[in-house]
């Protein structure tokens, strides 16, 4: 008996359907869900989120959020979440440089901009090591 599962980002559902197990990026560690699971809240982390259904693994990358676990259903509300087969590693390797060109010319002294370079650079970095990790196993259902 498989249990239902959302991945929803900010903009987009990212994934839905069913799943014998998903495996997710919690604050305190990597949580393993199967159906039937008890009652959960917690924090995500950046990481990456696998689907297992029926043999197949499907990969998602999550840049913080929460996952609220049901014995019946994972929901999954995401900062940012992207399939990795969908990912365009063009793109974020430039995110990247620009990230890291913008730190190179030092500290902003705004807080606010300073955490959003922050943040870029590590979700780009997130993007492209999930891309390199995953790639013999991407698949593009969503």
Do not use: C, W
Not at 85 to 110: N, Q
């Amino acid at each position: 008996m498989p249990i239902r599962t959302e991945i929803v980002s900010q903009d987009r559902i990212v994934y839905q359907g069913d799943a014998d197990m998903v495996v997710l990026p919690g604050i305190d560690g990597v949580m393993g869900i199967l159906p039937n699971h008890s009652p959960v809240l917690t924090a995500l982390q950046y990481g990456i989120i696998t689907v297992r259904l029926k043999g197949e693994e499907y990969y998602f990358t999550v840049a913080g959020g929460f996952v609220e676990v049901q014995p019946d259903q994972v929901t999954v509300l995401a900062d940012a979440a992207e399939n990795v087969a969908e990912i365009d590693v063009a793109r974020a390797e430039a995110a990247k440089t620009r990230a890291e060109e913008m730190l190179k010319e030092g500290i902003p002294s705004d807080q606010d901009r300073y955490l959003m370079i922050q943040a870029a650079l590590r979700r780009s970095t997130l993007r492209i090591d999930a891309v390199r990790r995953y790639q013999q196993g991407r698949r593009s259902r969503g």
